[in-house]
């Protein structure tokens, strides 16, 4: 088993990797060159910058990663020592860099729906008779797209804008299509799926309710594309190597207390689903990513915003952990 990344060095490029033990850090391109031209796919992996780069011809690169992690395992440590690094040695950059599309499933799990509907319906005037309640035959899946540069890696910081008080996070299982695909039967669904990360949808709820546009209510792409909103990795898991995707604990942490436990098994609409439904509308390229939802935890449910120098902590078991500290927008964003 191996995990993929993307990484980069103080004063380098970026690279995709092999990650193994969540801590041993091998160059793709510049390991598959050594064996290039002995085994099949190997010329592929030797152009690989990034993650991305090895989603255009997924099941075929697949195939080659496979062998390459092999030959690593079995190779001369010290004929690898130059593409082998520790993870704490590199900057972790979120593994998938620009994915066509980033789109986000909203209210995707009961305990979720409840605390929305508590914390921001509780008092009003409105006849919530018909409104969703977390009834799968009475909906149907609702999502929203996030802007792509609002990417950031799995430690990075994530800057709080001046002026909105109410910066809210939510833990997800992120999905990473590895094969282009329209109208995709649910049945067949994974088979268009290269793997799964750790996903933060960063939220600013201020923006998110809008009280000039009652009609209208919400405005999700002006709360949830702010730059560095979305953390996503350390990680790409292959689905291969996932037992159940539909098993797998949630977990979120602010100063080191619990806000979100949950599980994929509470999601109301799975993956299959997802990726079925709106495939009818829409074609999956590879590299596009589907952040699955949120269960309850929420800091709108309880109250309770993020501030500068808070850490944030998110792990999907088996996909890695983010740690992210908050703090203040920066006059000018860096260049890298």
């Known amino acids: 088993m191996f995990k993929l990344g993307t990484f980069s060095q103080t004063g380098k490029g970026r690279f995709a990797a092999l990650v193994f033990n969540d801590q041993t ?3 793709i391109a510049t390991t598959a060159s050594i064996f290039n031209g002995k085994y099949p796919g190997f010329e592929k992996l ?3 910058s990034c993650v991305d780069d090895l989603l255009t011809e997924w099941e075929r690169n697949f195939d080659a990663l496979v062998t390459l992690a092999d030959l690593c395992r079995g190779s001369d440590e010290a004929q690898l020592s130059t593409f082998t690094f520790a993870l704490t040695d590199l ?6 860099i620009r994915p066509g599309k980033l789109v986000c499933h909203a209210q995707n799990y009961a305990d979720h729906v409840m605390e929305m509907r508590r914390s921001q319906f509780g008092s009003t005037n409105l006849d919530l008779s018909k409104d969703f309640m977390g009834e799968k035959s009475k909906t149907w899946p609702y999502a929203f797209l996030k802007a792509t540069s609002a990417l950031t890696g ?3 910081e994530i800057e709080l804008p001046d002026g909105h008080p109410e910066i809210d996070w939510e833990a997800e299982m992120a999905i990473v299509i590895g094969t282009r695909g329209k109208k995709i039967t649910e049945g067949n669904a994974m088979r268009h799926v290269a793997g799964l990360m750790s996903f933060n949808d960063v939220s600013c709820r201020d923006n998110l309710w809008r009280p000039d ?3 209208l209510r919400s405005d999700w792409f002006a709360a949830k594309s702010f730059d560095t909103f979305a953390p996503a990795g350390p990680f790409l898991v292959p689905l291969a190597f996932i037992d159940d995707h539909m098993d797998l604990r949630i977990t979120l942490s602010v100063n080191g207390e619990l806000m979100q436990n949950g599980s994929t098994a509470g999601l109301i609409f799975s ?3 997802q990726i079925s439904f709106f495939s009818k509308s829409m074609t999956w390229f590879p590299g596009d990513m589907l952040a699955t939802g949120t269960p309850a935890g929420t800091g709108q449910g309880v109250g309770k915003f993020l501030q500068p120098g808070d850490v944030v902590e998110t792990e999907i078991a088996g996909l890695g952990v983010q740690r992210n500290r908050c703090v203040a927008q920066r006059d000018q964003q860096s260049e890298e």
Do not use: C, H, I, Q
């Not at 900057?91 to 998938?96: E, G, I």
């Open 154 to 156: 799995a430690y990075d």
């Open 213 to 215: 546009r009652v009609t």
């Open 91 to 96: 900057r972790t950059l979120p593994p998938v």
């Open 25 to 27: 850090v091998v160059n």
């Open 46 to 48: 030797t152009s690989a």
């Open 271 to 273: 993956p299959e689903e």
